[in-house]
C-alpha cells in the first residue's frame, strides 16, 4: 500500500514509518526538515504543514493518509489543510492520532469538556477537538486513535480498544502498539469514521 505520512519524525510517526516499511507498503513522508533523518526508502516532501499549497502538491488519490502531527498550529490550520487536499485528490482513508480527551465521557460531554481535565492540556486538547470535528465533516473514511499517555516504549500487543469511550486500563500506551494499531486500520479497517479509546492493560 501507499502511505503519505505527517509527523513522520514524531516519536509515532516514526515508528509507523519503520513498521510500514518492515511490512513492505510504500511510505512518503512529508516534513519541515530531512532532519532528523528519515529510513532509506522514504520518499520525502520538504515543506510546511500550515501551507495549504505545498499540503496539496504532497497528496495524490491513492495513498493512504497517516496524521501523528502535534502542536496546535499543526493540528489545527495544518489538520485542516490535509483533510482539504485528501478530499480534494480523492483519497479514502485517513488514519490519526489525537489525544483522549477527544472521547466521550458520558453522552453529552466529552473528555476535555469535564471541569476537573488538566489545564495544561485544555489548549492541545481543543486542536485534537478541531482536527476531529473537521474529519466528522469531510467526506473522508477515517478512523482517530484517541490515547492518553504516550510512552516510548516496544509493542506490548497488549491493547485495549473501544469505539468513542476511554477503556479501562493502565493509562498509557506505547507510541510501537499505537503505531502498530495505526497500521492495522489503515491496511484492514474495522473502524469507520469512528474516534477509537486505546488503552493499555497488564499481562500477567
Not at 108 to 128: C, T, V, W
Not at 174 to 190: K, N, S
Request: hydrophobic fraction near 45%.
Amino acid at each position: 500500500m501507499e502511505f503519505l505520512v505527517f509527523g513522520a519524525t514524531g516519536r509515532t510517526g516514526a515508528a509507523f514509518v519503520r513498521q510500514a516499511l518492515a511490512d513492505g507498503h510504500h511510505v512518503s513522508a512529508f516534513v519541515r526538515s530531512a532532519s532528523p533523518p528519515l529510513p532509506t526508502g522514504v520518499d520525502i516532501t520538504v515543506g510546511d504543514v500550515v501551507d495549504a499549497g505545498a499540503v496539496r502538491a504532497a497528496v495524490r488519490a491513492n495513498q493512504i493518509i497517516v496524521v501523528t502531527l502535534g502542536g496546535a498550529a499543526a493540528l489545527t490550520t495544518g489538520c485542516a489543510n490535509v483533510i482539504q487536499a485528501a478530499s480534494g485528490a480523492g483519497a479514502k482513508r485517513l488514519v490519526g492520532v489525537v489525544g483522549a480527551g477527544v472521547l466521550q465521557a458520558d453522552v453529552a460531554r466529552r473528555r476535555h469538556e469535564l471541569p476537573d481535565y488538566p489545564a495544561q492540556f485544555r489548549e492541545i486538547g481543543a486542536a485534537h477537538r478541531a482536527f476531529c470535528d473537521a474529519l466528522q465533516s469531510s467526506p473522508l473514511d477515517w478512523m482517530l486513535a484517541c490515547t492518553p499517555r504516550l510512552v516510548d516504549a516496544p509493542q506490548t500487543h497488549a491493547l485495549r480498544t473501544k469505539a468513542d469511550y476511554l477503556p479501562e486500563g493502565t493509562g498509557a500506551v506505547t507510541t510501537e502498539d499505537v503505531a502498530a494499531f495505526l497500521l492495522e486500520q489503515a491496511v484492514r479497517p474495522t473502524f469507520i469514521r469512528s474516534r477509537v479509546g486505546l488503552n493499555g492493560y497488564s499481562v500477567s
